[in-house]
């Protein structure tokens, strides 16, 4: 979430294992390419797994800024997996 300026605050993607937005993109930078990396790394998607489409669509923008105008769909695409599993 952007406030004012430059403050930026984390997002909880995994509540089970309280993971952040944060702590995924920077595994991303540090190598991890799949829910499976960021499970095995962080914890997240481990749990009840309601975060890993999540954890997916924030990889996949990661990986391809360019994508970022798309990243709104595929979160929501996400969530509506989420709530229909």
Known sequence: MKLSGSLYL???VCLCHAVTDT?????VH???RSVDDIAHT???GTGCGTC??????LIEQTLDP???ADF???LTRAAQI???A
């Open 10 to 12: 984390p997002m909880y």
């Open 23 to 27: 702590a995924i993109v920077e595994a």
């Open 30 to 32: 540090d190598g991890a």
């Open 42 to 44: 962080l914890g997240a």
């Open 52 to 57: 890993q489409p999540y954890t997916a669509a």
């Open 66 to 68: 360019a994508q970022t």
């Open 72 to 74: 709104q769909q595929t």
């Open 82 to 84: 989420s709530y229909a």
